[in-house]
């Protein structure tokens, strides 16, 4: 790994022990009271794979990035029964306890299996207490294998049964070579990849041991969390790129009618499914857009209605304000320069947002 890709160095790495006495490794980067985000990579990932996000938010930002049980540096399940839509959750859920202050809120963004954890731990309560706002970007609520469009066939029972061998095969991926790359991006980015983005996909995802390569691709052929997806109740952003194979589009426009509180979803020309490596600049916008509307802006009303009731003369009761809690009573920005625009109230709730606009892409909103 180089330039772009490397993560910087973390200023605390917290021990982070999840449900089942599974160690959690997490590095935290930025400064100690800045806005929070936490970020959960995909199926073969690790931390590394958000470096560009942490390099551009943690000037600002505290960032709390971890690595999925099994890749990167923390440990393998023993067992089977580590490998699970729970155990996802389970982590998950420990690491915001452990990084966060109780109601401290933050942006969750989730790749792939990442936003899938997020859909397996939406009825948690620390994800309840803390996820003020959420990116999903390049995943899906389930059929994740019959939709793959990695093998170039009609949709069928075959070619389902075909991608599962593929996806789950026991063979190492080895070492890094002309042709796995040329594999990879087939595979898993779009046509416009450049060689740095694919040599830093590459060396990421073969470093992922095979048996948790298998472990968690079994659980993935069976993942169904559509329930989950509709328990988000935290303002939501989907993002997908148009040439994603692995979770294709059709994944991000049924999360887009799914959720609660959906914010619209983005669709990034050309990208695969690496979005936040191939698309690094669209991806970190939507981060940081989120982070402004959710969580700054969130926090400037609750300390001015503070500020308010504490100016208040003794024995009168405090002025009515009718926009209180309102912090789109001014029609700030959307999240992102596609996304749909937002419900009028942060406050969570299983409502459904106002009418949908159509899904755009990049190009079309620009």
């Given at each position: 790994m180089r330039g772009t890709y490397v993560p910087?160095?973390?200023?605390?790495?917290?021990?982070?022990?999840?449900?089942?006495?599974?160690?959690?490794?997490?590095e935290v980067f930025g400064p100690e009271n800045a806005p929070a985000v936490v970020l959960a990579h995909g199926w073969t990932c690790s931390i590394a794979f958000w470096a560009a996000q942490i390099r551009a938010l943690a000037p600002d930002h505290r960032v709390i990035a971890y690595d999925q049980r099994g890749h990167g540096r923390s440990p393998a399940p023993p067992g089977p029964l580590g490998y699970s839509p729970?155990?996802?959750?389970?982590?998950l859920e420990a690491v915001l306890e452990a990084t966060l202050a109780p109601g401290e809120p933050a942006v969750l963004a989730g790749h792939s299996m990442g936003g899938m954890t997020f859909m397996a731990a939406a009825d948690r309560p620390a994800f309840r207490e803390h996820a003020a706002a959420v990116l999903l970007c390049s995943t899906g609520p389930a059929r994740l294998v019959g939709e793959a469009t990695v093998l170039p066939l009609p949709k069928s029972p075959v070619r389902r049964r075909l991608t599962g061998a593929?996806?789950?095969?026991?063979?190492?991926?080895?070492?890094?070579?002309?042709?796995?790359?040329?594999?990879?991006?087939?595979?898993?980015?779009?046509?416009?990849?450049?060689?740095?983005?694919?040599?830093?996909?590459?060396?990421?995802?073969?470093?992922?041991?095979t048996p948790v390569r298998q472990g968690w691709s079994r659980v993935l052929d069976l993942f169904d969390e559509e329930a989950g997806l509709r328990a988000i109740e935290a303002p939501t952003a989907v993002v997908v790129g148009s040439a994603d194979k692995l979770t294709p589009p059709v994944h991000a426009r049924l999360m887009d009618e799914s959720l609660p509180h959906s914010l619209g979803l983005t669709t990034l020309p050309g990208l695969g499914h690496m979005t936040?490596?191939?698309g690094p600049a669209a991806v970190t916008e939507a981060i940081r857009d989120l982070v402004t509307t959710y969580v700054v802006r969130a926090?400037?009303?609750?300390?001015?209605?503070?500020?308010?009731?504490?100016?208040?003369?003794?024995?009168?009761?405090?002025?009515?304000?009718?926009?209180?809690?309102?912090?789109?009573?001014?029609?700030?920005?959307?999240?992102?320069?596609?996304?749909?625009?937002?419900?009028?109230?942060?406050?969570?709730?299983?409502a459904k947002s106002p009418a949908k606009r159509p899904a755009q892409t990049a190009e079309e909103s620009a």
């Open positions: 910087p160095a973390p200023v605390h790495e917290p021990r982070v022990v999840s449900a089942d006495g599974s160690l959690v490794h997490v729970k155990a996802l959750a389970d982590d593929v996806l789950g095969a026991r063979a190492p991926l080895g070492p890094v070579t002309p042709l796995g790359k040329k594999v990879l991006k087939y595979g898993v980015m779009g046509p416009g990849a450049s060689p740095e983005q694919v040599d830093a996909c590459a060396r990421i995802v073969h470093a992922c041991p936040p490596i191939e926090d400037a009303v609750k300390a001015d209605a503070v500020r308010t009731d504490a100016d208040a003369p003794a024995g009168d009761p405090p002025a009515e304000d009718p926009h209180a809690g309102d912090i789109f009573a001014e029609d700030p920005p959307a999240p992102s320069r596609t996304a749909k625009s937002p419900a009028k109230s942060p406050a969570k709730s299983p």
